[in-house]
């Protein structure tokens, strides 16, 4: 069966380092990821969505690359804020299929 | 900017009683979602609307829980009877269409605590 799995539970980093996580799957082929953050108690938010045919995605201080030989998404914050803290989910879908979510990674960026 | 409503946003029932969710998505979303999300986990899809048709419920255990969406617009998730087990954040969520890549918009959630 599919599994996804991101880093550790919990990354933390100082302040204005780059945040790198990382979504590893298997026994899948996506056609495309996307990267939500949560806060505690409020639902996902979007964040950036990148195909199978495009290696990276920007978006201000973020950044998605997307290897389907590695079968592996990071996700990059450049100069990390404290308001950065938060778990990030990826989540991986086909067309016409519904997305499976990965268990995400907790993220503290220390002042 | 418009949002995904949910209420209540917190229930705390016991079990074997019956609770019910409800949904109100962005207007103008033909798909609708809920999710259960256990604590430390990622959501799990319960059931997916595609105007007032279910198009996959396929992880919804249907012995207890029922989800309706009758007019296409809001929706409604029932469990009776519930189960300690059942003790989860549920977040409902919507998006244009599922044909293409899709950004879903989430609610609030609704944390039910069965004791």
């Known amino acids: 069966s599919q599994k996804i799995e991101q880093n550790s539970e919990a990354l933390n980093i100082q302040e204005g380092k780059t945040a790198t996580l990382t979504c590893n799957y298997t026994?899948?082929?996506?056609?495309?990821l996307q990267w939500y953050r949560q806060d505690p108690g409020r639902g996902p938010v979007f964040l950036l969505l990148?195909?199978?045919?495009?290696k990276e995605k920007r978006k201000e201080r973020l950044k998605v690359t997307f290897d389907t030989t590695l079968k592996q998404s990071l996700f990059h914050i450049t100069a990390s804020q404290p308001a950065d803290s938060a778990t990030y989910l990826c989540?991986?879908?086909?067309?016409?299929?519904?997305?499976?979510f990965g268990p995400g990674t907790r993220l503290s960026v220390l002042p | 900017e418009a949002e995904v409503a949910q209420s209540p946003r917190y229930k705390i029932t016991e079990k074997s009683q019956a609770v019910a969710f409800w949904c109100d998505p962005i207007?103008?979303?033909?798909?609708l979602y809920w999710y259960r999300q256990i604590l430390g986990q990622g959501p799990e899809l319960l059931v997916q609307?595609?105007?007032?048709?279910?198009?996959?419920d396929s992880q919804l255990p249907k012995d207890r829980f029922s989800a309706e969406r009758l007019k296409g617009v809001d929706s409604t998730l029932k469990i009776q009877p519930a189960e300690l087990g059942d003790s989860a954040m549920y977040l409902c969520?919507?998006?244009?269409?599922?044909?293409?890549?899709?950004?879903?918009?989430f609610g609030p959630g609704t944390r039910l605590t069965v004791t």
């Open positions: 207007s103008g979303h033909a798909t």
């Open positions: 969520a919507s998006s244009r269409n599922r044909d293409t890549p899709y950004e879903q918009y």
């Open positions: 989540a991986l879908g086909n067309y016409g299929q519904n997305f499976v």
């Open positions: 990148i195909r199978e045919n495009e």
């Open positions: 609307f595609q105007d007032e048709s279910v198009v996959d």
């Open positions: 026994n899948y082929s996506p056609a495309y």
